[in-house]
């Protein structure tokens, strides 16, 4: 048995309609990678996962960069208990 993991979801279908494995994914990268070949199962009970953001400490970032780590972190602390 394999475990693997994928970073082109692209790739992972065609190895799964070939009949070389099965896939877990999340619901929303399967959108443009309809098949009717597969078959989707959604996984019950919904589970949530968590993302994080990581960055190396005292890294200067370009002002991009910058708001979008201050968007996430603003977000991150609205979004706690």
């Excluded at 692209?10 to 597969?38: F, K, M, R, Y």
């Excluded at 919904?46 to 370009?62: A, D, M, P, Q, Y």
């Amino acid at each position: 048995m394999c475990i693997d993991n994928y970073n082109i979801l692209s790739n992972t279908v065609l190895l799964v309609e070939e009949g070389l494995g099965v896939a877990v994914c999340l619901n929303g990268d399967l959108a443009i990678h309809h098949s009717p070949q597969l078959r989707f199962v959604p996984l019950v009970p919904e589970r949530s996962i968590r993302g994080v953001l990581i960055w190396k400490k005292n890294h200067v970032f370009n002002p991009a960069i910058s708001l979008f780590v201050q968007m996430v972190q603003r977000y991150g602390e609205s979004e706690r208990y």
